[in-house]
């Protein structure tokens, strides 16, 4: 490009506005990587904290897992636990039954043997006294024939 020059206080000019942009250019290129190397250390500190934020999550879950996995077994231990004590509780309550009736046997045969003496003595003494009546009839009666 050939440009000629009229005067040299326009080359001046001409020469301290060149270099007013360049130090324009050079300005706002360090500006630019100044705001760059922020933006991507703002990056990388937000991928850092969402990083941390995602094992902290992790960690979290995990340990609930674990306390649900620990509650699910509780619960079927206790589960367990009352399915084994009813069964127990019926075992003692047939054992116990059985143990009632086994008395209540005992106490009807002595009951029954005792109703069966006292019959058998009330019907010994009945005859006893029929024969005694008897006895005392035909004595009367003799002695009314004399």
């Known amino acids: 490009m050939n440009v000629t020059l009229q005067e040299p206080d326009e080359l001046l000019s001409l020469q301290t506005e060149i270099r007013h942009l360049r130090n324009t250019i050079q300005a706002l290129r360090d500006e630019m990587e100044r705001v760059k190397f922020e933006k991507d250390e703002a990056v990388a500190s937000a991928v850092s904290e969402a990083n941390k934020e995602i094992q902290?999550?992790?960690?979290?879950?995990?340990?609930?897992?674990?306390?649900?996995?620990?509650l699910r077994f509780d619960k079927d231990e206790a589960v367990h636990n009352a399915v084994k004590d009813g069964r127990d509780e019926a075992s003692q309550l047939h054992h116990t039954i059985q143990a009632v009736r086994?008395?209540?046997?005992?106490?009807?045969?002595?009951?029954?043997d005792r109703i069966e003496k006292m019959?058998?003595?009330a019907r010994d003494e009945a005859k006893q006294l029929h024969e005694t009546i008897q006895a005392l009839r035909d004595e009367l009666e003799a002695l009314r024939k004399k």
Not at 102 to 112: A, G, N, P, S, T
Request: zero cysteines; a negative charge.
């Open 119 to 121: 019959t058998r003595e």
């Open 56 to 70: 902290q999550l992790r960690a979290t879950a995990m340990a609930l897992r674990d306390q649900l996995e620990k």
């Open 102 to 112: 086994d008395e209540i046997d005992q106490v009807k045969f002595r009951y029954e």
